[in-house]
């Protein structure tokens, strides 16, 4: 058991839930507070190329672990050479 843990609370930029962290292992995401998108990311859902006035405005935000796994079984499922390949060959 260790102490030295620092935790911080953030909001969760995805469910929006408020939920503690170790900033250095927690999954962060980079925003544009002006449009609450990834920079480059259009309204659309498109991407183009991000502007520098974008980047730097960029802030990071935590993401909480239910919405990482979330996202990962979402690209896994959405990507049929990833996951399926992994399947354990039992013979
Ligand atoms: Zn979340």
Redesign the pocket.
Known sequence: MTDKKITTIGR??????T?AFDPGTVMMFSIDPETGLIPGMTVFGGMREPTPEALARAIDVP??????S?AKQFVEADDPSVGWKRWPADE
């Open positions: 969760c930029y995805a469910c929006k839930r939920f993401i909480c672990p239910d919405c990482v979330k």
